[in-house]
């Protein structure tokens, strides 16, 4: 009797063991559901979060942007076409000066009767032709054009003479050339006012 009591004991021991396993079971289940609707909820505000935060970023860029340019209008810095090239005397009759040759592509040439600039171009496809001592001439290595020392061209595929720039003298004496200004031999433009200074020393 005292076994079969104790056999119904340990059963019934089993059987509870069984629920309140079963209990914890459930009880875990809806803990993870309760945290799986928490979770949706929160990134859900999270996302919407960060999306005004993004509209919000995007607007105030667009905005500085839109002021940064207003504060820097679009001008186009171009070198100044004018510089002044040093007083008469410090040229030679008969010189032909290279000194500005290399930062602005000019020759400044001195006559006896004063003084031309020859813009440093090959009336052919642009090349920077040099002046050959030598053979008293301009001389372009692209192609093999040649032209005299007034800039006219007489060899070679240059359709037309090198072009005179506009030189003055300024208030303090000053040679001064004007790459802004240019004179063409087959326009005429040779014996305008500016193509040639006159000076006598
Ligand atoms: S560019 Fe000078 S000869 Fe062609």
Same mark, same amino acid.
């Given at each position: ?43 859900? +505000?999270?996302?919407?979060? !960060?999306?005004?935060? =993004?509209?919000?970023?995007? $607007? &105030?860029?667009? /905005?500085? @942007? #839109? ?37 602005? +592509?000019?020759?400044?040439? !001195?006559?006896?009767? =004063?003084?031309?600039?020859? $813009? &440093?171009?090959? /009336?052919? @496809? #642009? ?75």
């Amino acid at each position: 009797m005292a076994k079969a009591e104790k056999q119904v004991t340990e059963a019934e021991l089993k059987a509870l063991e069984e629920r309140r396993r079963a209990e914890q079971v459930r009880e875990r289940a809806k803990r993870e559901r309760e945290k799986a609707q928490l979770g949706t909820l929160w990134s859900r +505000r999270d996302f919407m979060g !960060r999306l005004g935060w =993004g509209v919000f970023g995007a $607007f &105030a860029g667009i /905005t500085l @942007l #839109g002021f940064m340019r207003s504060a820097f209008p679009r001008i186009l810095f171009q070198p100044p076409t004018t510089f002044k090239a040093g007083l008469p005397k410090d040229f030679t009759v008969g010189e032909i000066s290279e000194k500005f040759k290399k930062d602005f +592509r000019v020759w400044i040439i !001195r006559t006896e009767e =004063g003084f031309y600039a020859l $813009f &440093a171009k090959c /009336t052919h @496809l #642009g090349c920077t032709p040099r002046w050959l001592a030598a053979e008293t001439k301009f001389k372009c290595p692209c192609h093999g054009s040649g032209f005299y020392k007034t800039g006219i061209n007489f060899e070679g595929p240059a359709p037309r003479p090198l072009e005179r720039l506009r030189i003055t003298l300024a208030e303090d004496g000053q040679i001064v050339i004007d790459k802004g200004v240019k004179y063409l031999y087959e326009k005429g433009d040779w014996t305008k006012p500016g193509a040639f200074l006159k000076f006598s020393a």
